[in-house]
């Protein structure tokens, strides 16, 4: 079964750092690209990331609102992925989902989610 | 980038049909055929149900469909459920591996 876990999320302080992981299971994460999108409470929908697979470089790209700050990173060979959160700010609150396609659907598109975790930016 | 605009909520009874509006701009919705919906339960992920304005995974059935014109993509919802209650939200590509995502929508099974 393909399947993704978020882990990492926290309760911290506002200007410290936090790192998350996304590990999958059921399929090589290393042919993937993905992307980490962030639900603040009762809002909705924030694409904040994505990384290329390694084939293209592993490069990435941000959402404004994170650039500079947040670092998506992968370490193939043990199916995981990192959102390094950097200068962290209370409006960065949320529910932190990583997500990636199926083959099906194409690259484009949000088709395996994890069950997200709970960052908390608070002093 | 801006979130695209959808109604805050909508609703129907069952067996209606619903349509819910998804607006941006040149830039995402109508410079790009890269449109999905997705739907989410409380307090669960969201779940793909529309991509490429028109097609729907394997498993969605087909009172699910969306389409596209100029800048606005809708998702029409048929023969409504009472487990369609949800909260929808609509997902453009916005060119150089960005994505915009919609406000949200949500849906009310009268």
């Known amino acids: 079964e393909v399947q993704l876990v978020e882990s990492g999320g926290d309760l911290v302080q506002p200007g410290r750092s936090l790192r998350l992981s996304c590990t999958a299971s059921?399929?090589?994460?290393?042919?993937?690209?993905m992307s980490w999108v962030r639900q603040a409470p009762g809002r909705g929908l924030e694409w904040v990331g994505f990384?290329?697979?390694?084939?293209?470089?592993?490069?990435?790209e941000y959402a404004a609102s994170v650039k500079g700050r947040f670092t998506i990173s992968r370490h193939d060979s043990e199916s995981i992925a990192y959102l390094q959160m950097n200068s962290l700010k209370m409006e960065d609150t949320a529910i932190y989902y990583c997500?990636?396609?199926?083959?099906?659907?194409?690259?484009?598109?949000?088709?395996?989610w994890g069950r997200g975790t709970q960052v908390t930016v608070s002093s | 980038q801006s979130a695209l605009t959808q109604p805050r909520s909508v609703s129907g009874s069952p067996g209606q049909s619903v349509t819910i509006s998804c607006t941006g701009t040149?830039?995402?919705?109508?410079?790009?055929?890269?449109v999905s919906w997705y739907q989410q339960h409380p307090g669960k992920a969201p779940k793909l149900m529309i991509y490429?304005?028109?097609k729907r995974p394997s498993g969605v059935p087909d009172r699910f469909s969306g389409s596209k014109s100029g800048n606005t993509a809708s998702l029409t919802i048929s023969g409504l459920q009472a487990d369609d209650e949800a909260d929808y939200y609509c997902?453009?590509?916005?060119?150089?591996?960005?994505?915009?995502f919609g406000g949200g929508t949500k849906l009310t099974v009268l």
């Open positions: 997500t990636t396609y199926r083959v099906e659907t194409g690259w484009i598109y949000f088709d395996v």
């Open positions: 059921g399929f090589d994460l290393g042919y993937q690209a």
């Open positions: 990384v290329r697979s390694k084939a293209f470089g592993a490069t990435t």
């Open positions: 040149s830039r995402d919705v109508g410079g790009y055929n890269y």
């Open positions: 490429d304005v028109i």
């Open positions: 997902c453009s590509y916005a060119g150089s591996f960005t994505w915009v």
